[in-house]
């Protein structure tokens, strides 16, 4: 099968080198990254020749091609993204107008193919994601609108009917979508509040403008593209984006609302249990941590109690790591307490090695902590679709909520606190929502994530944040509140030495020595001479170390310009903002954003006592 993949990549080549538009180019690989030839360079050609056609919503509107020529590039670019919804394909074209869907069926498996298409046959929609709230919606309308599908996202054409762009703040899920009103011969696109779901915005020679879930499918058809930010809207009859999006604990102003645990542990079971909505087999990613170990115990009391629908007898829970990490052993005590059918992953440092350049291929970034983080995450993936799951619950955007990351440690007050946790969330669509959402999808794999529940968001950002503010002497460590909400020892939800565990960051927790052996491969493959001219080769965000430079030389060879805009840069300390980095003088000598580059890791407390 390896040869025939090769020999078709061999034959695909001349048409890349021959390719004479500046649109439709596909990039040059560039030579080896070292000196030496790359263990990738013999793979480069043939992994994007023969990877599989992947998955999502693509949309081209305002095109000048004829309507036969747009379907046939609308197909060609949605193909791209085919690994996202592998389960059925669907397009219409309209005037000079094309929206395509690739599916991944989760609820309504029967009849909710896409693009849908309003009963009057003036709507056509495109929906990636999930609308948690469809049938409170639903009960809701005034006009009787009557529905083709059972699918979750329908609901959002007779709400855009009866509300115009204010339909939008109703919704709670996660979602990007694109929506055609032929009479208005207006089109809007939409993502959700946190960016759970990616979505790409780019224009054409010709003046159209296109999205799509990913880059992939705008890269050979754009001059331009970036990243749609999170809980805006784009509206044709502006021609611009807004933000539909505005809670007050962004807008400035630091909350002083006072903390009511019981509160926020009825608010967080509501968000799991709206994401346990499902017509296929799920279960729950558990790295033994804080975070996934709470979505794994309320994910499992309500299934086990049958307080909601679900298609399976017993929750599956997966783990990953080296063989010995931290996160194996805790997961697999948080799985035999909570009874879940646990299946532990195990990969060795060349295997993540071996699958690096895939990763950075569908995630789309060169981001180093992403990419360590993605990379297990990637694989546990694939082990996961094989015995048929298609949705996994996780644990993302704990941290950003509630200040969990080592380096909070050292926030001066909490007005600080506040901003960075903001800050953290603002920009988390281009880290850990990237990173959940496609190193899952890569597979065919929905990951949902109830920490970023709207609702849930709206009551803890609004906590006061001198209650999140970490006082170790004073029994409260990272994350106290979500602990002290669920330490209710007359009816545990996990065994107390897991509720109060350490913070360990996934690329972390799945071995200390996967960062390592990351960091001397890198060491191998790229050359100090490289190093003194990083700046002159990527004059923007230019790599301060060779792992680094190993993973930006990679996405290059990949995404063409501007594809690299589309990645943030700046120092950082164990996940921070740059303006964390100011916090500690210690914070400005250290690259490294491993949580481990801390000086407030359990060795260190140690230390403190001593």
């Known amino acids: 099968m390896h040869s025939m993949w090769l020999k078709r990549a061999s034959s695909l080549l001349p048409s890349f080198r021959g390719a004479s538009s500046a649109c439709l180019t596909h990039r040059s690989i560039p030579s080896s990254i070292a000196a030496a030839p790359s263990a990738f360079a ?65 609820i309504d498996p029967e009849s909710g193919e896409q693009p849908l298409i309003s009963t009057d046959n003036n709507i056509v929609l495109s929906v990636n994601g999930e609308i948690y709230n469809h049938l409170e919606l639903r009960s809701e309308l005034k006009s009787g609108y009557k529905f083709k599908t059972n699918s979750d996202c329908e609901v959002i054409i007779p709400l855009y009917q009866e509300y115009g762009l204010d339909f939008i703040n109703k919704l709670r899920g996660m979602f990007s979508f694109v929506l055609y009103d032929k009479k208005e011969e207006r089109y809007i696109a939409v993502r959700d509040h946190m960016g759970i779901t990616p979505l790409y915005m780019g224009w054409g020679k010709d003046g159209s403008v296109m999205f799509s879930s990913e880059m992939k499918g705008l890269i050979d058809v754009c001059q331009e593209f970036k990243a749609f930010p999170p809980g805006h809207v784009y509206d044709s009859k502006a021609q611009d984006l807004k933000k539909w999006f505005n809670p007050e604990w962004a807008d400035g102003r630091i909350p002083t609302q006072k903390l009511d645990l019981v509160a926020v542990r009825n608010a967080f079971e509501k968000a799991v249990e709206r994401r346990m909505m499902a017509d296929v087999p799920w279960g729950v ?243 100090d001479k490289q190093m003194q001219h990083a700046r002159h080769r990527f004059p923007h965000n230019t790599p301060q170390t060779k792992e680094a430079y190993l993973y930006r030389s990679i996405f290059d060879s990949y995404f063409p310009d501007p594809a690299q805009l589309t990645v ?28 481990r580059a801390i000086g407030v890791h359990s060795d260190a407390y140690k230390e403190k006592s001593a």
């Open 42 to 106: 013999a793979s480069r050609r043939a992994f994007r020749a023969t990877t599989p056609p992947e998955c999502g919503i693509f949309a081209i509107f305002d095109s000048s091609l004829k309507k036969d020529q747009l379907r046939r590039q609308a197909l060609e670019c949605a193909k791209t993204l085919r690994h996202r919804g592998p389960d059925w394909n669907g397009i219409v074209v309209e005037s000079n107008h094309a929206i395509a869907h690739e599916r991944l069926a989760i």
């Open 285 to 527: 990613l558990l790295s033994g941590g804080l975070d996934s170990s709470l979505v794994a115990s309320i994910a499992k009391r309500k299934q086990e109690r049958g307080e909601v629908p679900s298609v399976l007898n017993e929750v599956h829970s997966f783990s990953i790591g080296l063989e010995g990490s931290p996160d194996l052993a805790a997961a697999q005590k948080v799985a035999d307490f909570l009874g879940t059918k646990h299946h532990n992953y195990t990969f060795t440092v060349d295997q993540g090695i071996d699958a690096i350049e895939e990763v950075i291929y569908h995630l789309e970034t060169y981001d180093v902590t992403t990419i360590r983080a993605s990379t297990p995450m990637f694989l546990m993936s694939r082990k996961i679709k094989s015995i048929g799951i298609k949705m996994v619950l996780s644990g993302e955007g704990a941290d950003e909520v509630f200040g969990g990351y080592l380096y909070f440690h050292k926030a001066p007050n909490k007005t600080e606190f506040h901003k960075e946790c903001v800050r953290k969330l603002e920009l988390l669509y281009l880290y850990d929502c990237l990173r959940a959402n496609k190193a899952t999808s890569a597979w065919g794999i929905e990951a949902r994530v109830p920490f970023l529940d709207k609702d849930f968001l709206e009551l803890a950002m609004n906590i006061d944040p001198q209650e999140k503010m970490i006082d170790v002497p004073g029994g409260r460590i990272e994350k106290w509140i979500m602990r002290a909400a669920f330490d209710t020892p007359e009816d545990p939800y996990l065994p107390h030495e897991v509720l109060y565990r350490q913070k360990e960051q996934f690329s972390d927790g799945v071995g200390y020595s996967w960062i390592d052996g990351l960091k001397e491969y890198a060491e191998n493959e790229v050359n």
């Open 568 to 595: 943030p840069g700046g120092p950082s300390i164990a996940c921070s903002t740059p303006a964390a980095i100011e916090w500690d003088k210690a914070f400005k000598d250290n690259a490294d954003p491993s949580g």
